[in-house]
């Protein structure tokens, strides 16, 4: 299934996209006698654990019905997981970025977390402030079961789905602080979305492309293959420590091409348009402004 969140007439709604019409969840599941939360995807995960389910009802009702809808391109979009509790991210972790970066292959998983002000949608503008700012195109993995300790033999059991996530960071920052937390927190630093797709709907997530483009100018080109900590893995290490719970979402990398494996480095500029497209989910687009 692929869901989305989305502004109407002064509210956020939970919507289902079927070829490119979007049908609005909560009505649809309070007409057929649902009692699930479907006022978002992140309430809907954490109040039911058959939440999958109650979709699959209501993607049937769709089918059989007809009921009002929006057109997909008609849509002001929110990211598709509006209030996770954690969002953790997962840093070099592509195999072809250490590569090109000449840097050494990590043993051990380096990771961080960014926080709800970051969180922006596809169609929003992204103020860099002055900063040296890259993109970093990966998949969003969003947690659809609570759970600690979790093997990675286990770890699919978890996951709800996938989103397309730009992981904006300020690099003189990073560079500056000599650790990530500034660099990647500043307001509007993670668009997430439009689109979440549960997990039936990718077949081999190994598969997955990841291309992110600057004006229509490609620069991250590289498959999920090549990632060195696997999804399963991570989800085991970030379980090790802490609970996860439905609706946490997890940055699981970006590959080679950011803006600092450039010479020289292609950061970003006021007016530019940032599209990151994973084949199989959706493609993520927003403008680039420089209000300082």
């Known amino acids: ?41 992140s309430a809907l995960l954490f109040s039911c654990d058959d939440w999958f389910s109650c979709l699959e009802m209501v993607e049937d009702q769709i089918r059989r019905k007809d009921y009002q809808y929006i057109p997909f391109d008609k849509l002001k979009f929110l990211s598709p997981v509006t209030d996770p509790e954690k969002v953790l991210g997962v840093a070099l ?32 503008e992204v103020d860099i402030r002055g900063r040296n700012v890259t993109y970093e195109g990966e998949i969003g993995v969003v947690i659809g079961k609570k759970g600690k300790n979790i093997p990675k033999e286990k770890a699919m059991d978890h996951i709800a789905g996938y ?16 650790q990530l937390f500034r660099g990647k927190n500043f307001d509007g630093f993670l668009p997430m979305g439009p689109v979440f797709v549960t997990k039936d709907e990718i ?28 999804i399963p ?15 946490d979402v997890i940055l699981s990398g970006t590959p080679a091409g950011t803006a600092t494996q450039f010479s020289p480095p292609k950061f970003l500029q006021d007016g530019q348009i940032v599209s990151v497209k994973i084949d199989g989910i959706c493609t993520l687009t927003n403008k680039i402004v420089n209000f300082t």
């Open 163 to 178: 989103t397309v996530i730009n992981d904006f960071t300020a690099n003189d920052l990073t560079k500056e602080d000599v």
């Open 233 to 247: 893995e991570q989800i085991e290490f970030f379980s090790s420590f802490m609970t996860l719970e439905p609706g």
């Open 203 to 230: 077949d081999d997530i190994d598969d997955l492309c990841i291309v992110t483009s600057v004006d229509g100018e490609m620069r991250q080109d590289s498959k999920a293959e090549n990632m060195i900590f696997k």
């Open 1 to 41: 299934m692929r869901l989305v969140m989305y502004f109407d007439n002064g509210t956020n709604r939970f919507g289902m996209l079927l070829n490119d019409k979007v049908y609005d969840c909560a009505k649809i599941a309070s007409e057929i006698g649902l009692s699930a939360d479907m006022s978002s995807l």
């Open 93 to 124: 972790n592509y195999r072809d970025f250490c590569i090109r970066g000449n840097l050494e292959i990590p043993k051990k998983l380096k990771v961080f977390g960014k926080y709800r002000n970051a969180i922006c949608a596809s169609g929003d």
